[in-house]
């Protein structure tokens, strides 16, 4: 066997480990947050990372599809593609979990913070960009525009998520201010967040290959067919 | 605490299901890959 | 350089005649902000709004009206061109910058044109009383820039798709959504007097704009001939 195909063996016990002890210790290593609603703290370790690989996902989705428009390697496409459905799945993950979290925390589970609002628009892009790749019927075609698409959703997403929050400030100054940033976090819990940020991203980046490897010979088998 | 115990079981008997479930793909993906090669 | 400048204003030109003729973006732009704009003053009007909540409502009310408006017309100038069988010629004789600016300045004035109706309209019918007017009317033209060079990108995009007009919202609307809040923001700012608010936005607006002109220069080629 090849010394990679050693390596990918291993990995994947390397991630249950070490999740498994993340989750261990999000619960009894890191101590439960002051000025949180009892344990709901502990939300924190699972709701961050999801939003964290949502976002890294869109940036994977959008440099394959510039480097698509510029290869026009079908690999590049199906890297689009694949990037943007995890980002779907994690973007999904991480509104729930977000919304049960400002549940506990506030009482209600919406309420347009910066923060809530950013995801919402990551949730609409994904939509779009799988509508439009629903609706093309040629795959050259269907992996140019959604290519298209996905640059120019990410020109557009430096605008939300920077100036749209220091203009929303003035607009509803009794908003619910995001305490995660604020916080000054435990250093266990730090650690715990950071070692759950790095398992999620371990998790992401597997499923992130086996569904490329999937979806590659998916297309390959079509094409015989054809 | 004991609650605490209760969720964290939990946590880790989906994330343990999810990881087989995954495994189980990944094995599965690579014979194919081996037959397609 | 002036050569394609004459170009760019001859496929504006066209495009206007051939809308003229027909008359189903002004149509569809007209109906929908009349009808929407009757509905929401027969039943609001203006005295059922507090005070206090004026200015944000309104505000809101007004670009959500423009916005649906261009999304029930703004795709026109590409889907006519595929519908017709005239894009196969327009592609082989014209350089795809002039397309492009001529199908954009097309897609502007359709755009001003509404706003000029539509905007006294609003204010006769909603007691819709704006402070600072300059503000406000250049929150108007460079709101009315931006989103004419992202629907047009969008239009590009959809033209050759199959569910054209349901598909042209899904994929323009994500896109829209900080332009839109910006600017409901800016507008809110002129009916209360804030010079600074209306400053913010007119910076957000401008360099939205600037990037998307960029982009849309950069990425409507390859659109254009997928």
């Known amino acids: ?226 | 605490m004991n609650d605490l115990l209760g969720i964290m079981l939990v946590t880790l008997i989906i994330w343990v299901g999810l990881f087989s479930y995954v495994y189980r793909l990944d094995r599965k993906v690579r014979r194919l890959q081996m037959e397609d090669l | 350089m002036l050569r394609s400048l004459v170009e760019t204003g001859a496929v504006f030109a066209k495009d206007l005649r051939t809308e003229f003729r027909t008359r189903v973006a002004l149509n569809a732009l007209g109906l929908f902000a009349v009808t929407t704009l009757a509905a929401v003053s027969y039943t609001i009007g203006p005295y059922r709004i507090t005070e206090g909540d004026r200015p944000f409502l309104l505000a809101a009310l007004l670009w959500i009206v423009i916005f649906f408006a261009a999304m029930a017309g703004l795709d026109r100038s590409f889907v006519k061109e595929e519908d017709s069988h005239t894009a196969p010629l327009l592609r082989l004789s014209a350089n795809p910058l002039v397309v492009w600016g001529g199908k954009f300045l097309f897609n502007l004035a359709l755009l001003y044109g509404l706003m000029a109706i539509l905007v006294p309209l609003y204010c006769v019918l909603m007691g819709f009383r704006v402070v600072l007017i300059a503000g406000f009317l250049l929150v108007l033209i460079t709101g009315g820039y931006t989103l004419a060079v992202t629907t047009t990108m969008v239009a590009a995009i959809i033209a050759r798709a199959m569910t054209r007009g349901a598909l042209f919202s899904v994929l323009s609307l994500p896109l829209l959504l900080p332009l839109l809040i910006f600017l409901i923001q800016g507008t809110r700012a002129a009916v209360e007097g804030s010079a600074d608010g209306i400053a913010d936005t007119l910076r957000a607006v401008v360099s939205l704009g600037g990037i998307m002109t960029v982009v849309s220069v950069v990425l409507f080629p390859v659109v254009w001939h997928e």
């Not at chain 1, 995001?178 to 597997?206: C, E, H, P, Y």
């Open chain 1, 1 to 226: 066997m090849s010394s990679r195909l050693r390596v990918s063996v291993v990995l994947p016990w390397l991630l249950l480990l070490w999740m498994s002890l993340i989750i261990w210790a999000a619960f009894f290593y890191a101590p439960a947050a002051a000025g949180f609603q009892g344990q709901s703290s502990r939300i924190v370790f699972f709701h961050v990372p999801t939003a964290w690989v949502a976002t890294l996902a869109f940036l994977v989705s959008c440099i394959a599809s510039i480097r698509y428009l510029r290869t026009r390697d079908v690999k590049d496409d199906i890297r689009a593609e694949t990037a943007s459905s995890l980002g779907l799945l994690f973007a999904v993950l991480a509104t729930v979990t977000g919304s049960i979290f400002a549940r506990i925390m506030w009482g209600s589970f919406w309420n347009w913070d910066p923060r809530e609002t950013s995801i919402t628009f990551l949730l609409l892009i994904y939509a779009a960009y799988f509508a439009l790749r629903a609706a093309v019927a040629d795959p050259e075609r269907r992996a140019t525009l959604a290519a298209v698409y996905s640059i120019l959703a990410f020109v557009t997403v430096p605008f939300l998520v920077f100036v749209v929050p220091r203009i929303y400030w003035s607009l509803h100054p009794d908003t619910i201010i995001n305490t995660q940033a604020k916080i000054k976090m435990d250093s266990r819990m730090f650690q715990v967040l950071m070692g759950s940020l790095a398992g999620f991203t371990g998790l992401a980046a597997w499923l992130y290959t086996i569904r490329c490897r999937v979806e590659s010979i998916r297309r390959r088998r079509q094409q015989e067919v054809l």
